[in-house]
């Protein structure tokens, strides 16, 4: 998620456990430890399109890596000499805090490298926008209030928020999985893998997308009400590369091993879910995550550019959210929406 609300909820861990102990030095020690992994968004190359969002969460997200991100965390806080004489509780602050920020990222649908090295797996449980006020809100309040009265017991209440509002989270992912399922079979579709995207600031909006065993995404948007049924407005459907397509991208390249190994990368980060992007067909976009719900306009990709140097840059397509139909299905009015159970 985004850095401010990584670094909130690392300071309300370190504030539940050594807010008594550590005083007011919770919060830096516990929010300078939740915002470091992302210090993995500075490692860049003007060569390589692809390498900051390789390396970003990768080791410095991973589990293993928890116990040494920590002491990197408490480094800074040892030029204070009276925090050198609790320099235990200084790290265990730290640790807390270093320690929820790969598992927050993972509720995302990014991709987190839980287990590296052990495994590349890019892990996503599809629970929680980047961004959700609803849920960081709230979680700040518990910061404020615990630094103020130098008592854990609203970090503690903050951490209890996280917990019910992740919970609500995975009610809802798993109510648009399965209508996923039933639309699925209902059109005839043999899934083979599938995604649920949450909307920026919300979890009663969902992007549903699932590849078929023809190789076919099909993507429509969803509305997880909180009271009545879940609703959908049909989408729209597009061929994703295959293998052989990557192939065949890579041999018009002037170097088609190197073009190949990037698209294989590329294909790694989007789980599968990259194509020729509709109407920018130099775009080799990732289809997971996109402007519009049911449509196939993505806000990144891999720009080819054929016989310059170097021949693939990065995408920025942000500007392809459509933030008026985003607010139109956020208030409820959702145009076209029907039903699961009329589409059967």
């Known amino acids: 998620m985004d850095g401010f609300t990584q670094g909130a909820l690392g300071a309300a861990a370190g504030q539940m456990v050594y807010g008594k102990r550590l005083g007011r030095w919770s919060l830096p020690i516990g929010w300078g430890a939740g915002m470091l992994p992302d210090a993995d968004l500075l490692v860049r190359s003007a060569s390589d399109p692809l390498l900051t969002i ?12 928890i116990p040494i991100g920590a002491i990197l965390a408490t480094l800074p806080f040892m030029l204070k000499r009276a925090l050198r004489a609790q320099w235990k509780s200084v790290y265990l602050c730290a640790l807390l805090g270093y320690a929820t920020h790969g598992l927050l990222d993972t509720c995302t649908s990014y991709g987190t490298q839980l287990l590296w090295p052990l495994s590349n797996h890019r892990f996503s449980w599809d629970l929680i926008s980047v961004v959700d006020v609803f849920f960081t809100l709230p979680l700040l309040a518990a910061v404020v209030l615990a630094t103020r009265r130098r008592s854990p017991r609203p970090a503690r209440l903050g951490m209890a928020w996280v917990g019910i509002y992740l919970s609500f989270c995975a009610l809802q992912s798993w109510r648009v999985s399965r209508a996923q399922d039933q639309l699925a079979a209902a059109r005839g579709d043999i899934i083979v893998s599938k995604r649920q995207v949450p909307a920026p600031l919300t979890n009663l909006v969902w992007r549903s997308v699932y590849k078929t065993d023809t190789g076919e995404l099909v993507a429509d948007s969803m509305r997880a009400n909180l009271l009545g049924e879940l609703t959908y407005r049909p989408g729209q459907r597009l ?50 995550i996109t402007g519009k719900g049911g449509g196939f306009s993505p806000l990144w990709g891999l720009e080819l550019r054929m016989g310059e140097s170097p021949e693939l840059a990065w995408g920025n397509r942000r500007s392809n959210v459509d933030t008026g139909l985003l607010w139109n299905e956020l208030l409820g009015r959702n145009p076209g929406h029907r039903t699961i159970e009329s589409s059967e």
Request: glycine share 8%; no cysteine.
């Open 54 to 65: 390789v390396v970003h969460r990768g080791f410095s997200h991973s589990l293993l890596f």
């Open 239 to 288: 061929q994703s590369l295959s293998s052989d397509d990557l192939d065949a991208i890579a041999a018009r390249a002037r170097r088609p091993k190197t073009m190949r190994g990037d698209l294989e990368r590329w294909r790694w980060f989007t789980d599968g879910f990259l194509a020729v992007t509709p109407g920018d067909p130099t775009l080799v976009g990732d289809m997971r």
